[in-house]
Structures are given as structure tokens and as C-alpha cells.
């Protein structure tokens, strides 16, 4: 195949627009995260998680108080999202 063959990713499809806080998926996590010029802060979660569902209007809020500053607060799927092995993150 001439090494033309990318590996697999679950991603799913990067988001037209963004709010306040931004929606991060595998194929625009590189881009949007680990980026060393951007100070962010990520929350990883699941949509089933109570803990997630109890955060999401505190994380809104700051989202809303730090738009204007130089941070990035981003939020990504980890359910159907593949997230990078570096976050060891689990449910």
C-alpha cells in the first residue's frame, strides 16, 4: 500500500464551531492540546458519568469568565474519542 495507510482513530467529527469552552476530538486534539505556545485545561468525561454531569455547569461557567484570557478550557469525549495513552485515562 506504499505506506499510505493511516492507523485507526475513533474521532468524532470536529466541530464546526465552538463555544466558550472548546470541543476537542482525536483528530484535533494534537492541534488544539499540545500545542506548547496554549496553556489548557481539558476535562476528559463521559456522558453517563454523574460526577461529569455534576461538573459540566461549574466548567461552563469558567469557560464563560476565562474567554477572554490567554487559556484554553476544552472538553473531549472519552467515549468516542480515542484519547492519547500520555493521559492514562480511565473510567
Wanted: charged letters at 30%; one cysteine or more; a negative charge.
Amino acid at each position: 500500500m506504499g505506506g499510505k495507510i493511516e492507523p485507526y482513530m475513533k474521532s468524532e467529527p470536529i466541530p464546526e464551531s465552538q463555544g466558550d469552552v472548546k470541543v476537542v476530538v482525536a483528530r484535533s486534539f494534537k492541534e488544539m492540546v499540545m500545542d506548547v505556545k496554549k496553556d489548557v485545561l481539558i476535562e476528559f468525561y463521559a456522558p453517563w458519568c454523574g460526577h461529569c454531569k455534576a461538573l459540566a455547569p461549574k466548567y461552563d461557567e469558567l469557560g464563560e469568565k476565562l474567554a477572554k484570557e490567554d487559556v484554553v478550557i476544552a472538553k473531549m469525549d472519552a467515549t468516542a474519542n480515542d484519547v492519547p495513552p500520555l493521559f492514562e485515562v480511565r473510567g
